[in-house]
């Protein structure tokens, strides 16, 4: 969980704020005239800004709502270095270590984005933009107001620096989704100068819109890729407070904070303090959560939401549950195999574990039957392929034609459906023949891979939560012949294996998009193949995947986007890079009854707990301190 509005993009999930649009109802000056240059308070994607240059506040914010109180919970989304499950840096925005939770909130960035609109942004560190006609050049104005929580100014040099170090020195991820980022260059303390390579991806100037803004004074004689205890000087509206290694991290609300008064500000950043818990067992956070510990849970596993929250504070309505329905698209989440590893090279094998996975059977025995099935990238949104490709389709596939399977020309695949008896003996004869025609062999009642090594498997991960799923998927294995071991490894080992691609199988989460962009060439590309600690776990390699993806972030209009999405979606789809899991298009939340919300809830999300704000009449009522 992120408590923050400001940035542009989710990292790890791919989604991107992008391009430019017309947004300005004042009439253009001489010289904006003379120069192709507009003034804009906003940037979209391929549209309009619905937010006009003088607005107040968000529409689904209270801008009444109080301050004070504080709000605990652990991290449920990371970017950059961080780790669900400990800490021991701060500096979250380079490779060494893992991550504290939260340290996002105490950066600004230039632009912030919004829940209601996929792809747009308004102004925070910068106050208007001006952008070149051939759209390589953004001219940033700056808001002198702002400083850093040391009262110095935050400059068009600190932006500088901080996009050059990035791109430099910083997490993978960043240097990748730089790669069109020219450079940067202040013209005075408040004109900031940002420009892109020729041939830019569409996103690229809207990503340095979500970077943090770092402060060079405060870096100047430190190792930007050390790890470090120290927090970083920051912007935003919090700072670092009280913190034990590995176990919680609090940050302080800002008490003159400069932006609390700006447009994109109002109605957030709620609370006095935040206060994230580490927990290294699921059910021991869940005893942290009961004993009010943590006041806030969103809770992924169906299993305990239908079993667990029977104790004294449910039944006495001191903790409250609610299903908040969400416009937010839906994320990716599967067991990816490591298609680097020879066992895993080709796609016959990968697809017959697909048929040993039976969804319908777990869905109803250890999910309470609430969950759909995956079967795309881009599941529930328009940009999911269904049917026979489209002409306009075709005419980006048949350049490839000879070098991707044939099925991405015609229907999608899809997996398998059972007959819910855990062990659908049609499904697995299915899995058994496609194994034999990739070379496999039974030796007894083992499977030998097509090298006469013996066929084992082993399942990473760092929390026990899906062993329950994996355990019946692991028998069906069994009965093809393939050993498989379910590891669980502590939070810096799973994080430096993954880093370093040292996996069979692991299980991996995206979020969701509506505008899909540069994000994902750092998820499906060759090059995030070949780099470490990049987000291509399944190690995805395909010139013809790799066109598309630079399709996609190119993509000037809608209908653009959505062609090669689904196209995208089709190759990965036939390539059996996964084994598709299960999604909700709910969030399930339990919280103690302290806290209040807004009475509408954004287009594109819940809100929970970003807007929600703490109720000190309820905190009393319950006893609960705040």
Same mark, same amino acid.
């Given at each position: 969980m992120t408590i923050t509005r400001r940035r542009a993009l989710e990292l790890g999930s791919g989604v991107l704020a992008a391009a430019l649009a017309p947004v300005s109802a004042r009439a253009q000056s001489a010289a904006d005239a003379a120069s192709g240059e507009i003034e804009r308070h906003g940037l979209s994607t391929f549209g309009e800004l619905a937010m006009p240059p003088d607005f107040k506040h968000y529409p689904y914010v209270n801008p009444e709502a109080p301050k004070g109180g504080i709000l605990r919970l652990q991290i449920k989304n990371t970017s950059g270095n961080q780790n669900f499950e400990t800490f021991d840096t701060?500096?979250?925005?380079?490779?060494?270590?893992?991550?504290?939770?939260?340290? =996002?909130?105490?950066?600004?960035?230039?632009?912030?984005?919004?829940?209601?609109?996929?792809?747009?942004?308004?102004?925070?560190?910068?106050?208007?933009?001006?952008?070149?006609?051939?759209?390589?050049?953004?001219?940033?104005?700056?808001?002198?107001?702002?400083?850093?929580?040391?009262?110095?100014?935050?400059?068009?040099?600190?932006?500088?620096?901080?996009?050059?170090?990035?791109?430099?020195?910083?997490?993978?991820?960043?240097?990748?989704?730089?790669?069109?980022?020219?450079?940067?260059?202040?013209?005075?303390?408040?004109?900031?100068?940002?420009?892109?390579?020729?041939?830019?991806?569409?996103?690229?100037?809207?990503?340095?819109?979500?970077?943090?803004?770092?402060?060079?004074?405060?870096?100047?004689?430190?190792?930007? =890729?050390?790890?470090?205890?120290?927090?970083?000087?920051?912007?935003?509206?919090?700072?670092?407070?009280?913190? =034990?290694?590995?176990?919680?991290?609090?940050?302080?609300?800002?008490?003159?904070?400069?932006?609390?008064?700006?447009?994109?500000?109002?109605?957030?950043?709620?609370?006095?303090?935040?206060?994230?818990?580490?927990?290294?067992?699921?059910?021991?956070?869940?005893?942290?959560?009961?004993?009010?510990?943590?006041?806030?849970?969103?809770?992924?596993?169906?299993?305990?939401?239908?079993?667990?929250?029977?104790?004294?504070?449910?039944?006495?309505?001191?903790?409250?549950?609610?299903?908040?329905?969400?416009?937010?698209?839906?994320?990716?989440?599967?067991?990816?195999?490591?298609?680097?590893?020879?066992?895993?090279?080709?796609?016959?094998?990968?697809?017959?574990?697909?048929y040993a996975f039976d969804f319908e059977w777990t869905n109803r025995n250890i999910m309470y039957s609430a969950y759909q099935r995956l079967t795309s990238y881009f599941e529930n949104s328009d940009l999911k392929a269904t049917g026979k490709p489209s002409a306009e389709e075709l005419a980006l596939l048949e350049p490839f034609r000879g070098q991707i399977p044939d099925e991405a020309l015609g229907e999608p695949w899809v997996p398998p459906v059972s007959d819910g008896s855990g062990s659908d003996r049609t499904l697995l004869r299915r899995a058994s023949e496609l194994l034999t025609a990739a070379g496999c062999k039974r030796d007894g009642t083992r499977l030998r891979l097509p090298d006469g090594q013996p066929f084992e498997v082993e399942f990473l991960d760092s929390s026990g939560a899906l062993k329950p799923h994996t355990e019946p998927f692991q028998a069906n294995l069994k009965r093809l012949g393939i050993e498989s071991t379910y590891r669980q490894v502590d939070a810096a080992q799973y994080k430096r294996r993954l880093d370093n691609f040292d996996f069979d199988v692991v299980t991996m989460a995206l979020g969701g998009s509506l505008t899909p962009g540069e994000g994902l060439r750092n998820i499906y590309t060759s090059q995030s193949a070949r780099t470490p600690g990049s987000r291509n776990l399944g190690g995805i390699s395909s010139p013809a995947i790799d066109a598309i993806v630079e399709k996609i972030a190119r993509a000037q209009t809608r209908a653009e986007l959505n062609v090669a999405a689904r196209v995208l979606d089709r190759l990965l789809r036939a390539g059996r890079y996964w084994v598709p899991m299960w999604y909700k298009d709910r969030s399930l939340i339990a919280h103690w009854d302290v806290f209040g919300r807004p009475e509408k809830t954004p287009r594109y999300g819940t809100g929970a707990p970003d807007l929600w704000w703490w109720d000190a009449d309820k905190a009393r009522k319950i006893g609960y301190p705040g």
């Open positions: 701060m500096n979250i925005f380079s490779f060494k270590g893992d991550g504290a939770a939260g340290m =996002e909130g105490t950066f600004d960035t230039l632009m912030s984005g919004t829940a209601d609109e996929p792809g747009s942004v308004y102004g925070l560190l910068a106050r208007s933009v001006r952008v070149s006609p051939d759209k390589l050049t953004y001219r940033f104005q700056l808001r002198p107001e702002a400083r850093f929580h040391d009262g110095s100014r935050v400059t068009a040099g600190d932006c500088a620096f901080s996009f050059g170090v990035l791109k430099e020195k910083g997490h993978p991820l960043y240097r990748m989704l730089l790669r069109d980022f020219a450079g940067a260059q202040a013209e005075s303390d408040d004109v900031l100068i940002v420009r892109f390579a020729p041939e830019r991806g569409r996103d690229a100037h809207l990503f340095v819109t979500g970077l943090p803004v770092f402060s060079q004074a405060w870096w100047k004689g430190r190792d930007f =890729e050390a790890s470090t205890l120290e927090a970083p000087l920051g912007s935003g509206p919090y700072r670092v407070g009280r913190f =034990e290694q590995g176990r919680y991290i609090e940050f302080e609300r800002v008490p003159d904070y400069w932006g609390a008064a700006l447009p994109v500000n109002v109605g957030t950043n709620n609370f006095d303090r935040i206060r994230y818990e580490y927990y290294r067992e699921r059910q021991i956070a869940f005893e942290g959560f009961k004993s009010g510990q943590m006041n806030f849970q969103e809770e992924y596993t169906a299993r305990f939401w239908a079993t667990g929250y029977d104790f004294p504070a449910v039944r006495d309505g001191r903790v409250k549950r609610v299903e908040l329905p969400s416009g937010a698209p839906v994320g990716t989440q599967g067991w990816f195999f490591n298609t680097r590893r020879p066992k895993f090279a080709d796609p016959r094998i990968r697809e017959a574990f697909s």
